[in-house]
């Protein structure tokens, strides 16, 4: 492509699906990534779980929204007959409810709000459903060299909030080559093993990218999708000074263990988030269970300076985190051999994405992904595409923010609330939750 009309730096599921959305609005984009297949970021690495729970109102709602396109997935991609498509296996999501949680209230609230569907399970209905399950509670969470750790505080957890329509995808990476495949139908062209060095500029706008080979390729608009490399890249835009909001790589370690025996987790099990245990688990194949951190208190936060030279194996952080949903669970097994993944999130400083504009005219952001943030692709990508034109059209996003309609849900949100120069929004979690 001899002249794109914008560069997407990233081809994860972010990346891809503002390649779709902005093709399918008539850009001629190019999408550039190092690596050497599209969707092999953070999103290879992902849980992919999409659930519809954030503390956050605007949270909630952009999640609820993000759940229609993966139930549609088909009919959103709208692929050639017989193409190979990302599974989406709708399991349910049960929360537990503890005090660190506020018993669910807010997010009961926010659902209520919202028309999304979920229910209230007691602690008998969660034994019922997962009956290798304990209900003894541990919270807070420690490491495993504290002398109280797996020692039960002698309370029992309530019971639950349960989101039916939640689930996860089995194929992160698949599902981004998926999207990237329907935006090629479109025009959309994408390079790969092609490195972003420098960010271009003339006459005090964006004009394109400089790749590691010497080559430069022009474009009135870039879009920063580069995941866990996203501060690098603004980096090189020189973005940085006008952003109250921050990213940096940090380093996650995800279990995969067997199911207990006698117990069909990968059919019957559901993705449970347990802040007592401080883990989140979700069916993994093969009857295996995954278990993710829930970033306690107690655990050292693993920055990392960039994101390619990070240790990608695992430590004693796995073992802990087996060993804290064998809380939950204590018929679990764990094996001497350490299954997983070990890799990087894009956390925010409040963890809540940036979708913006920058202070460099034409260059634009979504990033901050924070771990959370694979199941809104889809309409990451709408909202993006629409904020670039807004934008590109001669709004000022920063002074008078885009308000979007919501296709599914018939919503409309204040982008603001993803500006890059917002306070920290308290409400958030601060934790991988969102
Ligand atoms: C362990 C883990 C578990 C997660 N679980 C969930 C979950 O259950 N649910 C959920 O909603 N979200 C989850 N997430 C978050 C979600 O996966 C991410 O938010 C999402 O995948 C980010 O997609 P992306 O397109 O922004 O970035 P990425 O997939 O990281 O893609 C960025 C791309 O940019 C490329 N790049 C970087 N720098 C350059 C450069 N200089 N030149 C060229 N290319 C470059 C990289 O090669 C990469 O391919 C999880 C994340 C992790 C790491």
């Known amino acids: 492509m001899s002249q794109p009309d914008a560069i997407i730096i990233g081809t994860g599921v972010i990346g891809a699906a503002i390649a779709f959305e902005m093709s399918k609005a008539g850009w001629k984009t190019l999408s550039l990534d190092r690596n ?17 729970h954030y503390s956050t109102f605007d949270g909630t709602a952009f999640a609820w929204e ?88 002698g309370r029992k957890m309530s019971g639950g909030v349960y989101w039916p329509q939640a689930g ?21 062209e994408v390079r790969t093993s092609a490195e972003v060095t420098e960010i271009l ?29 996203s501060a690098i890249i603004n ?45 989140y688990c979700r069916p993994e194949h093969g009857n295996h269970i995954l278990v993710g951190s829930e970033d306690p208190e107690c655990d050292p936060h693993q920055w990392c300076e960039d994101d ?22 204590p018929s679990l097994g764990i094996p001497s ?19 913006d504009k920058s202070s460099l005219p034409g260059f634009y952001m979504a990033c901050g992904s924070s771990g959370n943030q694979y199941k809104n692709a889809p309409i990451a990508g709408k909202m993006m595409a629409a904020l670039i034109a807004y934008c590109e059209g001669g709004a000022d996003h920063d002074a008078e923010p885009l308000q979007f309609e919501l296709p599914y849900i018939k919503r409309t949100i204040d982008v603001g609330f993803y500006s ?14 969102g």
């Not at 919270?139 to 060299?145: E, G, I, Q, S």
């Not at 051999?337 to 979708?355: E, N």
């Not at 890059?420 to 939750?433: A, G």
Request: proline share 5%; aromatic share 8%.
């Open 36 to 52: 050497a297949q599209v969707g092999h970021g953070s999103t290879a690495g992902s849980c992919a779980i999409i659930r519809m």
């Open 66 to 153: 993000g759940y229609h396109y993966w139930r549609d997935w088909a009919d959103y991609l709208d692929l050639p007959e017989g193409a190979n498509l990302a599974q989406f296996r709708e399991t349910g999501c049960l929360v537990m409810k503890t005090e660190a949680n506020g018993m669910l209230e807010k997010h009961m609230r926010n659902s209520s709000e919202l028309d999304c569907p979920f229910e209230e399970w007691s602690g008998d209905k969660v034994v019922e459903r997962l009956p290798v399950y304990s209900l003894d509670s541990f919270a807070p969470a420690r490491r495993m060299d504290d002398p109280e750790f797996g020692q039960s505080n």
């Open 168 to 188: 996860y995808v089995t194929d992160p990476a698949l599902s981004a080559q998926n999207l990237m495949d329907a935006a090629k139908q479109h025009g959309a």
């Open 201 to 229: 500029t003339e006459d005090g706008r964006v004009s394109g990218v400089k790749l590691a080979s010497g080559e430069e390729i022009r474009a009135r608009v870039v879009v920063n999708v580069a995941g866990p490399g």
């Open 235 to 279: 980096g090189m835009a020189g973005v940085l000074d006008d952003m109250t909001i921050k990213t940096r790589p940090l380093r996650q370690e995800v279990v995969h263990v067997p199911a207990p025996e006698g117990f069909d987790f990968e059919n019957d099990g559901t993705i449970v988030s347990d802040s007592d245990i401080a883990c």
């Open 308 to 329: 390619v030279n990070y240790n990608r194996e695992f430590t004693n952080q796995w073992t802990t985190q087996a060993m804290r949903y064998a809380q939950r669970v």
């Open 337 to 355: 051999k350490t299954r997983g993944v070990v890799d990087l999130y894009d956390a925010s400083t409040d963890w809540i994405p940036i979708y």
């Open 420 to 433: 890059r120069k917002r306070p920290i929004n308290e409400e958030s979690s601060f934790s991988v939750l």
